[in-house]
């Protein structure tokens, strides 16, 4: 390990600590940034959720008037998908992406920067509908003819912040795809690129062709909604429907723009604290490639009700085929549990809570693409349960999973493992208290987003058991942020590679100088750190011994080894 | 740890070279860039387009201006002309600089900028003249918002041109030195492009 880590040489010159902040383009730095900004949105977006729960705890109108509960689970389902759940994967994969290549940066810093800062701008933007006479309150996915005809400028703030995000998204992705394209390490072949790079490589591609389609839906509700415009509207010739197309066109990629990051996180987290590689690198690879593909061609899916001229069978049977690859995947994760030697830390639990929670989330996917099934479950709790299954069981697990992976390597600190298990488990428990029930309550007949409902003794218990577990969850991010305090205080010091990492940002100091690294170790294989330290499945060996061969290197082109 | 770390002195320009791009040749890394921009851009005006052809599919009757307006194809067609003119020029000016011809590609730069330029006061002249708005129906609509957000793209390509342009007269590319042009004319060719795919789509397809 000594060969690897070396102390950064220069300090650099010093500026004041905030504008060193708000000016830097370091991607280290901006990847924190992300961080920190999602997950104030987070929080932002959390108590929405439980101001949601709170009113729904029992029948009856308890703190909320139906347009505030309107506005309430819009903003929260739009904060957190667009200012949480994408952002932090993003500022993971700021922060990861270049170090996991062995690069000294972003391939465009400045651009880089340029894609944060809108960030924070788009999401107050969102949010001050409230300081103007009440925020968006269509629901995230903003249908028209609801949305063209809601009346108040909080739509119209919605529609331009998201606008915004969006851009912000579109040049992050741009300068994902050339960094992992142009800025690879030498000896970093594609098919050596960890496999979080490849889902960063993937889920940038559909943000990329995704969300320019989006914007375009945007600008028309915008025109529609201020300038006389009749994109929607079917008195003059508009399609309502066609709104629904164009935001699932991008909807869809954006459920895998969700959800590839973290499938990543956990198949970095996985193999370290399994003591394996990750079973199945290639078919990952390719079955990630397949759920790329794929996503663009099954948005009707969310329109099966709608009737006109879709032809169900196809998107049906496109959706159902996505659980091809993702069922790749979870035999990728499990043969690299099988017979693996475990270690059950705050990253690997938070690990395989999202691949426990992701497979009840994927079986009720399935379910959801058959149309019979969803005629009856449409617009009911049955698809809230299944979109938090995914959304919260899966990205969200997997954020906090490289909350604990990273920390360590981006402060120098580990956080602590107790409270981490803590965290977990109340965090666990607490999801399934609130979202499993909501299945139940969705086959019960219950619909989604209304602030009021039947006082019937079986909705009435369900729903309460859901609001107690929302609450847990609010609870279990208490000890995460003592844990993050108290680390940040006097953690423990983590070292270079506190987890015996397989990945080149392990190989650096924590935290990285700002440029990187001094010298990288030989790359043969997608696990370059693995064979510095433990030599080529021999101990004894050196990684002066690793580079003398070509053959070797070939032989690992070819997958041999 | 000798063979695999990066050299820290590079002996030699190539060896420069191949230090700051980790020895990979191939596309710039800003073409890469523009690349993928105007992917996303494609997609974007996908979006646009599936607007005009839901609406030109869903309108029962006649589709065309309301009542009171009408489309000037000819104007259209001269404005056509002058954007794609205005490609060629551009091509020239990257073919100079890649020659090492900083005077020609001031100079066919200067041209391609007047022509987009033109183009767009043009447009408003056409705008001006069409007698319908685009809170006039669906056609209104989708023929304002497709052909305007072209045009701002066309501006967003003027202001492209003027850096460039700006950075030519003062002397700041040669043949091997120019990766702006190359990315400025690759964006202008596709706005050029967009424009025929619109001009097809409204004017001759209808």
Do not use: C
């Not at chain 2, 599919?57 to 065309?64: I, R």
């Not at chain 2, 003249?129 to 072209?150: A, C, M, Q, R, S």
């Not at chain 2, 967009?194 to 209808?206: E, K, N």
Request: no cysteine; charged share 10%.
């Amino acid at each position: 390990m000594a060969t690897t880590t070396l102390e950064p040489r220069t300090a650099g010159y010093r500026r004041a600590w905030v504008l060193d902040w708000l000016t830097t383009v370091d991607h280290k730095k901006i990847g924190i940034l992300y961080i920190v900004n999602s997950f104030l949105f987070f929080f932002a977006a959390g108590i929405l959720a439980l101001v949601v729960r709170s009113e729904l705890a029992v029948p009856g109108m308890q703190f909320l008037d139906q347009d505030t509960y309107n506005q309430a689970f819009t903003m929260h389902g739009t904060i957190m998908l667009f200012l949480f759940i994408i952002p932090v994967l993003s500022g993971f994969g700021n922060y990861i992406v270049p170090l996991q290549l062995g690069a000294p940066d972003m391939a465009f810093p400045r651009i880089n920067a340029l894609s944060f800062w809108l960030l924070p701008l788009g999401g107050l933007l969102i949010f001050s509908g409230y300081l103007f006479g009440g925020a968006a309150a269509e629901g995230w996915t903003s249908y028209a003819p609801l949305s063209n005809r809601a009346e108040g400028v909080g739509t119209d703030l919605w529609i331009i912040g998201l606008a915004l995000v969006g851009t912000a998204s579109i040049l992050g992705a741009v300068n994902f795809i050339t960094t992992i394209f142009k800025m690879r390490a030498p000896g970093m072949t594609l098919f050596r690129m960890p496999i979080f790079v490849w889902t960063i490589l993937v889920t940038a591609t559909l943000i990329l062709l995704a969300t320019p389609v989006l914007t375009a839906g945007l600008i028309a509700l915008f025109i529609d909604r201020n300038y006389g415009g009749s994109f929607f509207d079917p008195s003059v010739g508009g399609n309502p429907i066609l709104w629904q197309h164009i935001f699932w066109f991008f909807g869809h990629p954006e459920v895998y723009i969700v959800i590839l990051p973290g499938m990543g996180v956990v198949s970095e987290v996985l193999p370290v604290f399994s003591r394996k590689p990750l079973f199945g690198y290639k078919a990952f690879v390719f079955a990630t490639i397949a759920i790329g593909l794929l996503s663009f061609s099954v948005w009707a899916h969310h329109m099966f009700t709608t009737g006109g001229a879709l032809f169900l069978p196809f998107f049906s049977f496109m959706t159902a085929l996505i659980g091809i690859p993702t069922g790749v995947k979870m035999f990728n994760w499990l043969g690299t549990l099988y017979r693996g030697k475990l270690v059950f830390s705050s990253a690997m639990l938070f690990a395989l809570g999202f691949i426990s929670m992701f497979l009840i989330g994927g079986i009720s996917g399935v379910m959801l693409a058959s149309p019979p099934i969803d005629f009856h479950v449409q617009d009911t709790y049955f698809v809230v349960a299944h979109l938090h299954y995914v959304f919260f069981g899966g990205s969200v697990f997997a954020v906090f999973a490289a909350t604990y992976y990273w920390f360590p390597k981006m402060f120098g600190r580990k956080l602590n493992e107790p409270l981490g298990k803590i965290h977990f488990w109340i965090h666990f428990i607490g999801f399934n208290l609130a979202f499993f029930p909501m299945h139940e309550l969705g086959l019960l007949g219950m619909p989604r987003r209304i602030a009021d409902y039947a006082d019937r003794p079986d909705w009435v218990i369900l729903n309460f058991m859901s609001t107690v577990g929302a609450f847990m969850i609010a609870v279990s991010v208490i000890p995460f942020l003592i844990n993050v305090i108290a680390t940040f205080i006097n953690g423990e010091p983590a070292g270079d590679d506190p987890w015996e990492g397989n990945t080149l940002e392990w190989a650096t100091t924590s935290p990285p100088p700002p440029y990187n690294f001094d010298r990288l170790p030989p790359i043969h294989s997608e696990r370059p750190l693995f064979f510095l330290t433990h030599g080529h499945g021999h101990a004894a060996e050196r990684p002066d011994d690793l580079e003398e061969g070509a053959e070797e290197d070939a032989e690992h082109r070819k997958g041999v080894v | 740890m000798t063979a695999g770390t990066m050299q820290a002195h590079p002996a030699g320009e190539e060896e420069a070279r191949a230090a700051i791009t980790h020895g990979q040749s191939g596309m710039p890394t800003v073409m890469v860039g523009m690349l993928l921009f105007i992917a996303s851009e494609v997609m974007f005006f996908g979006g646009l387009f599936a607007t005009y052809f839901n609406a030109r599919a869903t309108t029962v009757g006649e589709w065309g201006p309301p009542a009171g307006g009408h489309l000037d194809i000819a104007l259209a067609g001269v404005l056509t002309a002058v954007l794609v003119a205005s490609s060629f020029t551009m091509q020239f000016g990257v073919w100079a600089i890649r020659r090492g011809d900083a005077g020609k590609l001031k100079m066919w730069t200067g041209i391609t900028l007047a022509l987009g330029i033109l183009f767009l006061a043009g447009q408003l002249y056409d705008y001006s003249e069409l007698g319908f708005g685009i809170g006039d129906g669906v056609f209104g609509t989708v023929f304002y918002t497709l052909t305007g957000f072209h045009g701002a793209h066309v501006f967003g390509g003027t202001v492209g041109l003027t850096i460039v342009l700006a950075r030519a007269l003062r002397g700041q590319f040669s043949a091997r030195n120019h990766v702006a042009v190359e990315a400025v004319s690759m964006y202008w060719h596709f706005v050029d492009v967009v424009w025929i795919g619109v001009f097809s789509t409204i004017y001759l397809l209808r």
